[in-house]
Structure formats: structure tokens, C-alpha cells
């Protein structure tokens, strides 16, 4: 009894926080002050109109990935003065990082007065002005049909605003590290029971475990110094770089991608799709993954990816790979370098969105295949 009523009463805080604490009221105020006069002649609008706080979930990453897409493609973000969703720009550390950029907020789609497109989590009725509209669906749920899209997992907002993208490289220039990983492996995070049960997969420790047993220990490169390591050109068959021995600046994370023919694109905490392998696509570093079809759409087994099903599996491309010609992975990299330019680059998911699909699957990549 005392833990649902608990639980009800964060929920009724939840709700009224956004009138009571001082820090989600002057976000909402600085927000709303801002009006529209951000935005220039003739440029085309999007309305982001959202009550559900489900928007803000993943610490506001669908809502930055969301609107910096929106502005890359030539968008001016327009938001309506929803306080539940608004108030959380002053709290939301990756939410926050859009307050820099052009944005505009308006009382209500009355405002808005010449054509614009809509993006929305309400069930309302199509306004005079709004040209297209597309409604946000958060089930956990796979797409239907061609009226439905889903929401991709993007580079993460703090690489984001710390790189220029797309990086630039040349698919023929032969990289330093044939296998590389980065990123956090501590156990109580990176080894839970939900990879294993919900997803049929290998978790993040059993992965590196499993690829440590197939190459042989003088083969494995663990360096201290990420500058040292970032620097060098020498080459190493694995590079095994774990944040608790050897962090890798964010603002530098592309650039150690770039170094490396294959990343070992091991699942997140409690889900396979994690964003570190949108940012070795991007950085023309071929996936080695058991999620593939994660992906929208999905990536293709020795063409753009090594995928495999089962811990055998995993150990025999990781001979494979260790033998490769450089041949064989400038071919691959040409086609991981083809699905970013048209799927990853920066706006190419706004301007896709407004093409076809009526419907926006948010959480359609958490549900296990």
C-alpha cells in the first residue's frame, strides 16, 4: 500500500512541478519570451507540439535528436507553450544544448498563420495551415505499414554538438586498427539479465569476452592514453579502449572511430541499438554486431556489416576480419560510407519524414526482433 501510494504521489509532483519549481519556470518563461523573431524570411516551419513527458525520456535525447534533424534540413523549430514539456529545457542536460540554436514558441497553432508542417502526440483535429501532420506514437511497437515510420537512434547529442558531421575520410586510406571498442564495461551495467532474456543476445562483457578468447593476448592493444594511442600510427589487430582505464574525449570519439576498420558494436545498457554504432557508421568504421536488423533499415550482413547470431559465430568473424585484405574492407567501407549518406546524414530524417509516413514510432527500436 505505502509503495503505489508513493508512487502516486511522485506522479502528482511530476505533474505540478513545472508551476512550483523555479528552475522549470524561468525555462518556460526565457522559452515563451522568445516568440518567433528568431526565425528568417520565407523560412519553412515546423510545429513541435508535445504534452506527453514521454517526449523527454532517454534524458531528452528524442527530443534533441528530433529538432537538431529538424534544423539540419533546413527547418525553424517552432514549439507550442506546453509547460509540461517546455519547463524541461532547464533541467534536460541534452535538451538544454538546444538553446543555442534559432528556436521559436508560440501560445498556440493559432499563431501560426501561413503553411507549416506539424508534428504532434495530441489527437486533434487537422489545422487551416498545417500542410502535413505527424502524429508521435510511443508504443513499443514494430511499423505496420507505409503510413508509419520509425524514429532512428542518432549520433549522441553531446558528440553532436562537439563534431563537425559528416566527418570527412578517404574509403582508401588504410587504417591503424583493424578491430576496435570504446565505451564503458562495467559489469553491474553492461551485463544484465534483460540483453540476455528479453533479447536472445550477447550482452556488452560477454561480447568482449568472447572476442578476447579468439584473438591471441600479444594481438590485444589496451592502451592508458587516449592522446598517446589517438597520435600514433601504429598498427594493432584489437584496440580495447574501457572508459574505466582509458576515456576518449567526446570531442575526439569520431576521430578514434576513423582509426579503425571494424568496431566491435557491442548492445547498451538495457537495449541492443546503442548510439555508438550510428557514430562508427558515420565515421566509415564497419560494425561487427548481432543486431542488425535494428537498424531503419536494416544493415546487411557482408555488405555493410558483419552480423552474427551466436557466441560461434561472433568468434568466427573475428578470424575472418583479422585475415581480411585491405581490398576486401575498402569494398565494405564503401557501402557503410553509401547507408550513411543516405540514412545518417544530418537532416536526411526530416526531410524523409515529411515524404510519406503519417505516423512516428518513438520506441519501435526497444522491441526485440
Not at 551485463?191 to 533479447?199: M, N, S
Amino acid at each position: 500500500m505505502s509503495f503505489h501510494f508513493g508512487k502516486s504521489l511522485e506522479a502528482a509532483f511530476r505533474k505540478i512541478r513545472p508551476w512550483l519549481k523555479p528552475d522549470y519556470r524561468r525555462a518556460y518563461s526565457n522559452l515563451l519570451a522568445r516568440g518567433t523573431r528568431e526565425r528568417h524570411h520565407n523560412e519553412p516551419i515546423v510545429c513541435c507540439d508535445f504534452t506527453n513527458p514521454a517526449i523527454d525520456a532517454v534524458g531528452g535525447r528524442y527530443y534533441f535528436s528530433l529538432v537538431r534533424d529538424l534544423i539540419d534540413a533546413g527547418f525553424f523549430p517552432v514549439f507550442t507553450a506546453r509547460r509540461s514539456t517546455l519547463s524541461t529545457f532547464g533541467t534536460s542536460r541534452m535538451k538544454s544544448l538546444l538553446l543555442s540554436e534559432r528556436l521559436g514558441v508560440v501560445d498556440s497553432l493559432d499563431e501560426l498563420t501561413e503553411p507549416y508542417f506539424l508534428i504532434t502526440d495530441r489527437d486533434t483535429p487537422v489545422p487551416p495551415n498545417a500542410k502535413r501532420v505527424i502524429k508521435v506514437d510511443y508504443q513499443q511497437r514494430l511499423v505496420r505499414s507505409e503510413d508509419e515510420m520509425a524514429f532512428p537512434v542518432f549520433v549522441h547529442p553531446h558528440i553532436t554538438v562537439k563534431s563537425k558531421l559528416p566527418i570527412c575520410y578517404q574509403i582508401e586510406t588504410e587504417r591503424p586498427a583493424r578491430i576496435f571498442f570504446g565505451g564503458n564495461t562495467e559489469p553491474d551495467k553492461y551485463d544484465k539479465d534483460v540483453i540476455r532474456e528479453v533479447y536472445h543476445m550477447l550482452s556488452r562483457r560477454e561480447m568482449l569476452t568472447q572476442t578476447i578468447t579468439a584473438i591471441a593476448p600479444e594481438m590485444i592493444y589496451r592502451p592508458r592514453d587516449s592522446a598517446e594511442w589517438l597520435a600514433s600510427t601504429d598498427f594493432h589487430s584489437f584496440v580495447l579502449c574501457e572508459t574505466q582505464h582509458c576515456k576518449i574525449p567526446q570531442e575526439r570519439w569520431l576521430e578514434a572511430l576513423a582509426k579503425a576498420d571494424y568496431f566491435l558494436a557491442c548492445p547498451g545498457v538495457g537495449m541492443p541499438l546503442c548510439h555508438n554504432l550510428i557514430e562508427a557508421l558515420t565515421a566509415g568504421c564497419i560494425p561487427i554486431l548481432q543486431y542488425a536488423d535494428y537498424l531503419p533499415p536494416p544493415l546487411r550482413h557482408g555488405v555493410n556489416c558483419l552480423a552474427f547470431s551466436d557466441p560461434a559465430g561472433l568468434r568466427k568473424i573475428i578470424g575472418d576480419v583479422l585475415t581480411m585484405s585491405n581490398e576486401e574492407i575498402r569494398i565494405m567501407r564503401t557501402h557503410v560510407r553509401d547507408y550513411a549518406i543516405e540514412y545518417l546524414t544530418p537532416g536526411s530524417f526530416a526531410k524523409r519524414l515529411f515524404t510519406g509516413p503519417q505516423t512516428l514510432l518513438i520506441n519501435a527500436y526497444r522491441v526485440p526482433r
